[in-house]
């Protein structure tokens, strides 16, 4: 998508696609829990709000081990806003990254070891389809134990998370009605169309 149409959608920073390298500034409210998305023991935590999350299509790939490890550790919503909307011929859910519009985005948090992250990295299509960023995540709901910080997280503290959103999209996106908490047999009426069937 070229710069112009990223200007009319009202988004003119570029999402840095190698966040470890090029990290996002922390608002102030942050509250360094894990540091940059790492947990211990080589564990990094990533927050899913679609099809990953429990009880959705894709959620599968997170079990198991064949792709690498990943554990639950709990829920929690993004601390700003974003428009998290359902778009596209197969009816994916995509957080667009537009702080400040949209919801407060509810979803999942997972510590993942390196070799999930590579594969959520290509599973995800980034950096083409999604970027991943990290992004404060405002804890509601803490369970994790394996790989838990040394203070566990209390309802509305922040958990720095990777995030897996999309800065390159239409500008009629934009227009779509946002979701807060994506269900794939909800009441939208947009049926995802998993990848086995494409």
Known sequence: M??????????????????????RPRP?????LLGETASPAGMTHVFVYGTLKRGQPNHKVLLGGTHGRAAFQGRGRTAEPYPLVIAGEHNVP????????????????YAVDEQMLRFL?????CPDMYQRTPLPIAVLEW????????ETPAADRTVQCFVYSTATFPPEWLHLPYHDNYDSQGQHGLRYNPRENR
């Open 143 to 150: 369970e994790g134990t394996r790989g838990a910080p040394r």
């Open 121 to 125: 990295d290509e599973f995800e299509g």
């Open 28 to 32: 102030a409210s942050f509250l360094p």
């Open 94 to 109: 995509r957080l667009l990254n537009v702080p400040g519009q949209g919801h407060r985005v509810v979803g999942e948090i």
């Open 2 to 23: 070229s710069k112009s149409l990223l200007r009319a959608a009202g988004r003119v920073e570029r999402t840095c696609q190698c966040p470890e390298i090029h990290p």
